[in-house]
């Protein structure tokens, strides 16, 4: 089996149209939003129904023989998916503390019928669903998926400091957490209502909180009042607001017509979503979808013949708001359906020739995702593109427009690339010494290459590719 390589990539982004350029976080230099920022220390700072309740599954789950909160309001398919995982032992050998013998805090988020692009070849699409379960106490993501009918586990993967998106009822929880906080509607001079929160379902940090650095599961819905907006942050692995923090989104822009995207979206789940389209142009062959939270994915890559790439996707979207205080959005974008992004497709992908002094050089296929009400406050668009060239450069390309929850904010795009073959070579670029290191078996070694561009030059097999970035 050939050796896979993937590269992650996290490129920095500015927010366009930020008025200064003196990489200061404007809400840091605010007296007001300072004075005003709150950070909790109390673990009881909110007493409501759906709080006890909650710990009452938490409790009852944890007593179990298999001690894992289930997800809520189950179909019967999705609990016989759910079934199934559970009877895996790789699925759930991250229960139990190896040491103590007691059972770590466990809950199923997200059971579905598996995605085209998702479904691992030995699992019958028709009857292939997903389980992705969250381990609170080590802050991991295990995700099975299995075969109802075959009543099998096909596959499952573990990934360490990751969380999946939440389920629509902890988003309600912590809506429920943040309108009846005493401290937010001092804050806000009214008690808000819950269709007031923006972003209640995309997941936060919070330096100086265990939601620092995404520790804990935290997310941030967000309260617009005129020109500012509100940040509450709250903890959904404690179940209790740790801190506040104000924004300056600017003035609100004119009305704009959404009522037609509507319109587009069973065009888009039909034609992009719950179908693989595939591109076979100048020499160049690949498939594509969009996914339910990766965006854009591209597979299945060829040049001249040889396939060069097995998959790229953008991961994530991490939007920073605060040096200091290192709170933002981890986003994700995706389906207009039956999709855990918050920022969704609504335009057909775009396929478009590359035009060099007026020759054609080669051609891109671009995607964008805007939320419900861009370009209102608290409401995101992000363009992503992928670039194929003739002489077999590849460039994957994402950028945000407008100003989201603030307006001097850093993103972040997570771009994941699976390189295809055993022979390869990363050359990496050094700015300060004007040459390109050079990993190869985990090796790193300096090579002198002259002037060449600051590019990342990967070799597939006997014939090398250029990646610019």
């Known amino acids: 089996m050939n050796k896979v390589v993937t590269i992650i990539l996290l490129g920095i982004f500015i927010l366009i149209g930020c008025k200064s350029n003196d990489n200061k976080v404007m809400i840091s230099d605010d007296k007001e939003f300072a004075k005003n920022a709150i950070l909790f220390n109390d673990s009881s700072t909110i007493h409501i129904k759906e709080l006890d309740d909650r710990y ?33 032992k790789k699925f759930t050998e991250n229960l139990i503390d190896k ?8 809950e199923i988020f997200n059971v579905y019928l598996a995605r085209p692009q998702e479904i691992p070849n030995n699992c019958n699409p028709n009857s292939c669903y997903k ?44 809506l429920k957490i943040a309108v009846n906080s005493s401290t937010v509607i001092k804050e806000l001079g009214y008690k808000p209502e819950e269709k007031d929160a923006m972003m209640a379902n995309t997941k936060t940090a919070l330096n100086k909180t265990k939601c620092e650095r995404s520790y804990h599961l935290c997310v941030a819905p967000t309260f617009v009042k005129g020109d500012k907006a509100l940040w509450v942050i709250v903890d959904l692995t404690d179940n209790k607001i740790v801190g506040l923090r104000w924004t300056n989104v600017g003035n609100a822009a004119p009305p704009t017509r959404i009522g037609e995207r509507n319109l587009k979206f069973e065009k888009i789940m039909e034609c992009y979503c719950k179908k693989v389209n595939s591109i076979e142009k100048r020499n160049w062959k690949l498939n594509y ?132 073959g055993s022979d390869l070579t990363l050359y990496e670029w ?40």
């Open 56 to 88: 009452e599954d938490i409790k009852k789950a944890l007593s179990n023989k298999v001690p894992v909160l289930l997800l809520k309001n189950s179909d019967s398919k999705q609990l016989l998916a759910q079934n199934i995982a559970l009877a895996d």
């Open 99 to 106: 040491d103590s013998k007691k059972p770590f805090r466990n």
């Open 131 to 174: 389980i992705e379960m969250y381990n609170y106490a080590l802050n991991i993501t295990t995700t099975a998926f299995v075969d109802i009918d075959a009543k099998r586990t096909c596959l499952v993967n573990s990934q360490p400091q990751s969380q999946p998106d939440i389920p629509d009822y902890l988003k309600d929880l912590a």
């Open 289 to 420: 979808i969009i996914t339910s939270s990766d965006g854009l994915r591209i597979s299945e890559v060829y040049f001249n013949n040889r396939m060069v790439i097995n998959n790229a996707k953008v991961v994530d979207w991490h939007v920073n708001y605060s040096k200091s205080d290192g709170f933002g959005y981890s986003d994700a974008v995706g389906c207009p359906e039956f999709s855990q992004a918050v920022v969704i497709a609504t335009l057909d992908p775009v396929i478009s020739d590359i035009i060099k002094d007026g020759k054609v050089v080669g051609f891109a296929i671009e995607q964008v995702f805007n939320s419900e009400l861009w370009p209102f406050p608290c409401n995101y668009e992000y363009m992503q593109r992928f670039e194929f060239y003739d002489d077999g450069k590849f460039r994957p390309i994402a950028a945000n427009h407008g100003r989201g929850c603030g307006s001097d904010g850093t993103y972040r795009p997570v771009t994941r690339i699976s390189f295809t």
């Open 430 to 469: 050094n700015e300060k010494i004007g040459i390109l290191g050079k990993r190869s078996n985990g090796n790193y070694k300096r090579k002198q290459l002259g002037s060449l561009q600051k590019d990342i030059y990967i070799k597939f097999l006997m014939r090398k590719i250029k990646v610019i970035f």
